[in-house]
């Protein structure tokens, strides 16, 4: 990609070379969201923990390989948000700062409207990417980690005990495959690259690993461990 071959130019000359521009745009777990908590009866928040984030390990990961590199990262995830909901924030939290490459995630929240949201979803994607292309942008779409399969022994509060009960009937009836699915089916269409890490957590699954034991909040935000797993899988997707 494109991106690597500015990091590149600007490791051989810092000085002449503008500085590099990552933006990710997604929901919760892109801003940075990890466990829950009750807040109130009905209500509940989030711990935010912004320096375990994948992109900010990405940015540790890329200060390793070019030291010399200065790299802005923009955090364009915002929890709760889907695609629909976030064309309109587009411009103000990514294009205003004219990335050289915009990762997209979303789906997670998407997956909640079930089967009648995919036109949606897709339709809202395919703009998404229109339009940062026609900003200059490169893209890659990053599929999101798979949800909670079960109850967890750790969720025993009836509030979040409903949360995850519907969060595992979108997993196990397979909404979410269908949402991916349809996701990679726009990529093609668009020509944008995609880098499947759903399809890890997939074959985590497959060989009998407990996935959502690898949620920090044990419904859908994944564990700082786990979001080294999005780092290095972006990485290696840029690199190709």
Known sequence: MQIMEKLAKKAKANREE????????????????FELYKSGEDGHKTVHDKNSVYHAKIAQIFSVLYPTVPINIINGGISGSGAKGSLGRLERDVLKFQPDLTVVCFGLNDSGRGVDG????QDSLRTIF????????EVIFMTPNMMATGISAHVTDPYFTTIAEDVCGRQN??????YVQAAKEVC???GVRVCDCY??????AAGGVDVTELLSNKINHPTREMHWLFAYSLVETMMR
């Open 199 to 204: 399809g890890k957590w997939k074959m985590l």
């Open 18 to 33: 503008p500085p590099v521009t990552l933006a990710f745009f997604g929901d919760s777990v892109t801003q940075g969201c």
């Open 130 to 137: 229109e339009r940062l292309k026609e900003a200059g942008s």
């Open 173 to 178: 009836e397979g909404i979410m495959d269908l």
């Open 118 to 121: 995919l036109q949606d979803y």
């Open 188 to 190: 093609e269409e668009k």
